[in-house]
């Protein structure tokens, strides 16, 4: 079964800090990649996803990621947070044609204002 | 678009109780997925559902638990009895179809104490 990693749990940073978040799976053949962001008291929302084509994708709230095919990595990041963006964020990794969505533990990042 | 709705948002009850958690998923999807979450083992999918056919509910973690979907637009998640160690917050999710590109729409979830 597929397994994935995210690194450094709990995040602090400044307002108008740069954001990166790692993620890394265990699976040899062709995966669709989510990053899920999970705001304080709420559910969880689709930040971005990659299935093909270009590895570098965009999602809501200049949130990017990089899929690294070599690396097995999908990395998110943000040139500069807000306090808005305090949320868990959680990688998920599918294998194609597979319905089971296998999550990470999460990163807990707070942005102090 | 409603999202998928999940009942009830808070249940506190005492161990032993039967605990049934409900879902309504997006109109239209037909994949349909239960998750427990916490903090010691993050994200866990339970079950999943296609076309209201149970199709994967190898995370289900013990015969306390079980779920149902007797039709396209309900589903409920089981406990009985239920223990303290099943606290926890569970949700539900639904995609459009099964093993395609889609991603999983989730619920507000259900915030389950067991006392």
């Avoid at chain 1, 699976?27 to 996803?49: A, C, E």
Wanted: a neutral charge; glycine letters at 8%.
């Amino acid at each position: 079964a597929q397994s994935v990693s995210q690194h450094n749990h709990h995040v602090i940073l400044s307002e108008a800090a740069s954001l990166e978040l790692g993620c890394n799976y265990s699976y040899g053949g062709t995966v669709n990649l989510f990053w899920y962001v999970q705001y304080p008291g709420q559910h969880l929302q689709l930040l971005l996803k990659y299935f093909s084509g270009d590895p570098l994708v965009k999602g809501i709230k200049g949130f990017e990621a990089e899929f690294i095919k070599s690396k097995f990595s999908f990395n998110l990041r943000k040139p500069s947070v807000q306090w808005s963006d305090t949320a868990e964020y959680f990688c998920a990794v599918s294998p194609y044609g597979n319905n089971r969505l296998a999550f990470g533990k999460g990163n807990q990042v707070v942005v102090i204002p | 678009d409603a999202g998928v709705i999940q009942s009830p948002r808070h249940e506190v009850t005492e161990m032993g109780q039967e605990v049934t958690l409900r879902c309504k998923p997006i109109s239209g999807h037909n994949s349909l997925f239960w998750y427990r979450q916490t903090m010691m083992r993050g994200l866990e999918l339970l079950i999943y559902f296609n076309n209201n056919v149970p199709i994967d509910d190898s995370g289900m973690p013990e015969d306390r638990f079980s779920a149902k979907m007797p039709n396209a637009s309900f589903s409920t998640l089981k406990i009985q009895p239920s223990e303290p160690r099943d606290s926890a917050v569970y949700f539900c999710a639904s995609r459009p179809e099964m093993g395609g590109n889609q991603p999983q729409h989730f619920g507000d979830g259900t915030r389950l104490s067991i006392l």
